[in-house]
């Protein structure tokens, strides 16, 4: 949690690419992925900016407490709706261990952002802990988030 790897990616790493490939500064057209705690990674890095990053791909986030990432539901529900538009997926047999439960935790997720009115898709399959039904479903994941049919808006 935080805004320390957002401001990385922002002042270190997207300025030295920019150098020699061109990259939009419209924040509706950048998108950042992750699986599992990649997946709350990039969530962090949307919530905390998303003057830059408006798109996000969750594939069996870790919103569970490790490092405090439980706490994102109740951010979600209790801040001001941030424009961005997120594609969830988690699976029924998912981790359950010390830090907490993975599907319960997305399915929480997903239900605080619908409370808040994002514009979010989650889809939640059987699988475990593992890439393969986030694998499967990635073309319609990435349709989703790219739809033109609705821009984000502030």
């Not at 997946?39 to 490790?66: M, Q």
């Not at 001001?80 to 997305?106: C, E, H, V």
Request: charged share 25%.
């Amino acid at each position: 949690m935080g805004d320390e790897y957002a401001r990385f990616l922002i002042e270190e790493l997207i300025p030295r690419v920019a150098k020699q490939y061109k990259l939009t500064d419209d924040p509706n057209q950048r998108a950042i992925a992750g699986l599992s705690s990649g997946a709350i990674c990039a969530w962090t890095v949307a919530w905390e900016r998303p003057d830059y990053f408006r798109k996000v791909l969750s594939f069996i986030g870790s919103y569970t407490n490790i490092r405090g990432g439980h706490v994102y539901p109740a951010m979600v529900r209790q801040e001001k709706t941030k424009p961005i538009r997120i594609f969830l997926q988690g699976g029924a047999k998912d981790l359950d261990n010390q830090y907490g439960n993975w599907p319960l935790a997305n399915q929480q997720m997903a239900k605080s952002l619908a409370y808040a009115k994002y514009d979010y898709k989650f889809v939640f399959g059987t699988g475990g802990h593992s890439g393969l039904h986030g694998g499967c479903i990635l073309p319609e994941a990435m349709e989703w988030l790219w739809r033109s049919a609705e821009l984000i808006k502030d």
